[in-house]
């Protein structure tokens, strides 16, 4: 025996130390991910010896291993605070412009609207059409939310009407439209449609039957006396309408009358069958202008903008990436990972809950996954090992000062 073998032994278990405080000291680290000491044997090669056993010269911290385990989820409540379930990796491109990959989602907000890290680093994704639609395949960047918080009216060109009338309804009779029996208003349902700058004009929409399996439609603006719109609204003997519309409405702007625009009316989905008259859906393609009111991120990474006026329009789509040897990824702080040789690039790359990529859980956080009970009892063991290795340098002390003092 000599000291180099406790030298070692000091040496690795006070690394071993080392990585275990490291832990300790992150248990409420968000994302991050526990690292163990793995150890090997060293033996000194003897030449002109072939086979046996060779006397150890001690031991060494071979690699420091990252446990990539999922951690637990905890509601926060906040809804830029997104926690991976599953596998993979937030994109982040940090100030450097280097790309980085971390699991900790609590995600602000700068002055210019983009998504960040604390650390200062972009959330990276797919940056969503005017429309609200995510190109399939679309350019990775920086996440941008609409902080500007408004999107512009929309005119109104069509209203899609889908209803069922009562195909036991009796044909009406009187002078139209305020003398019918049974009154225009027995069939009827309401809808509001929009001009160019987003105010508001409510239109009613009345069917009365004329003839077997035959309706004429009314049409009101802004509570004005019904005029009709539209003759001949034909069913057949299934039930269902040839009539793909039913006329177009001319209306005014509410702020210039004398402004008009027009809406066509679609009935396609319209039918007669014998149940109560009810209307399934009532809406038109324009919109009032809308303040940015809530944001939501869902499973997907969709990141949706709710706005006064009731639309929901989305600003992007989160990409999350994953690789075959998480282990290989080399942890540089602040909660990120880079990639090396090791790691390789990313093996997928895409939208969450896809593949073998884990879903995304908005108003949470991942917590470390750092087991603090099982920590400590490392730590004991490894304060056993220390002393044990000191142990053996103060018997070689001992041995030592006994063959010195032979006379």
């Known amino acids: 025996m000599s000291f180099q073998q406790g030298l070692s032994g000091l040496n690795a278990s006070s690394q071993n130390l080392d990585v275990i405080g490291h832990n300790i000291a992150n248990a409420n680290t968000t994302g991050m991910k526990a690292s163990r000491a793995e150890f090997a044997e060293l033996y000194a090669s003897s030449l002109g010896t072939s086979g046996g056993i060779s006397q150890g010269i001690g031991v060494e911290v071979q690699t420091v291993s990252q446990q990539f385990t999922q951690g637990n989820i905890s509601i926060t409540g906040n809804a830029l605070d997104v926690a991976i379930n599953g596998n993979g990796f937030f994109q982040v491109e940090l100030p450097n412009g280097n790309l980085a990959y971390s699991r900790d989602g609590a995600f602000k907000l700068n002055k210019e609207g983009e998504i960040i890290t604390n650390a200062g680093a972009h959330l990276l994704g797919i940056t969503a059409a005017a429309d609200g639609s995510i190109p399939t395949g679309g350019a990775v960047g920086p996440l941008t939310l609409p902080t500007g918080g408004e999107i512009a009216a929309i005119q109104t060109t069509k209203m899609d009407l889908s209803f069922n009338l009562d195909a036991e309804a009796v044909i009406a009779t009187g002078v139209a439209p305020a003398g019918l029996v049974p009154p225009l208003a027995t069939y009827g349902t309401s809808i509001t449609a ?31 006396a019904p005029t009709l719109t539209t003759t001949g609204l034909t069913f057949n003997g299934t039930g269902n309408t040839p009539n793909a519309t039913i006329g177009t409405l001319t209306l005014p702007s509410p702020t210039n009358p004398a402004s008009t625009f027009s809406v066509a009316m679609n009935v396609k989905d319209a039918t007669q069958y014998g149940a109560k008259f009810s209307i399934a859906k009532a809406t038109q393609d324009g919109q009032a202008p809308g303040t940015l009111t809530a944001i939501s991120i869902d499973e997907s990474g969709v990141i949706l903008g709710t706005y006064s006026n009731g639309k929901a329009l989305a600003a992007g789509q989160i990409q999350l990436a994953t690789f075959t040897n998480v282990q290989g990824l080399a942890p540089i702080g602040g909660n990120v990972w880079l990639s090396t040789p090791s790691s390789g690039d990313p093996s997928a790359k895409g939208v969450p809950g896809t593949g073998n990529l884990g879903g995304l859980r908005s108003g949470s956080l991942e917590d470390s996954n750092v087991d603090l009970t099982k920590e400590l009892v490392n730590m004991m063991t490894a304060q056993r090992a220390y002393q044990a290795n000191a142990q053996t340098i103060k018997t070689q002390d001992q041995v030592m000062s006994t063959l010195v003092n032979l006379r």
């Open 194 to 224: 929009y001009d160019g700058q987003g105010v508001g004009v409510p239109v009613s929409i009345y069917f009365t039957k004329t003839a077997v399996n035959t309706w004429d439609v009314y049409s009101s603006v802004d509570g004005a």
